[in-house]
């Protein structure tokens, strides 16, 4: 079973960077997508970003393009999202979630089968 971590979220004021961890359990797939979605007050869930691994390609929303970056910690375990130049349109709750063996398309939930519980991010203008 394949257990998510979020961590890192918090209060930020606009123009500056944040990074959101994600930690796995469990996570032994040969490939997999690491994806990050967000959840602002009232609106739905929307993708932000992901990574296939070991290929590592990325993929990115058009509002986080050149401003936000995903990343793999050194430990096998460990998987970033670098958010910087801030705005308080990013305010949301931010998950993690995995898709074993790049199961369907990178944007959609529905691909995603394990997710972690979110962290907060507010950003202040």
């Known amino acids: 079973q394949v257990q998510l971590v979020e961590s890192g979220g918090g209060l930020v004021q606009a123009g500056t960077s944040m990074r959101l961890s994600c930690t796995a359990s469990?996570?032994?797939?040969?490939?997999?997508?690491m994806g990050w979605f967000r959840q602002a007050p009232g609106q739905e869930r929307e993708f932000v970003a992901a990574f296939n691994w070991p290929a590592f390609s990325t993929y990115y929303a058009d509002s986080v393009k050149g401003r936000f970056a995903v990343s793999r910690g050194d430990a096998t375990n460990t998987d970033f999202l670098q958010m910087n130049s801030l705005k308080p349109e990013d305010t949301a709750i931010y998950y993690c979630?995995?898709?074993?063996?790049?199961?369907?398309?990178?944007?959609?939930?529905?691909?995603?089968?394990?997710w972690g519980q979110g962290t907060q991010v507010t950003v202040s203008s």
């Open positions: 469990g996570r032994t797939f040969s490939s997999y997508r």
């Open positions: 979630a995995c898709a074993p063996y790049y199961a369907g398309i990178y944007d959609q939930e529905e691909a995603y089968a394990y």
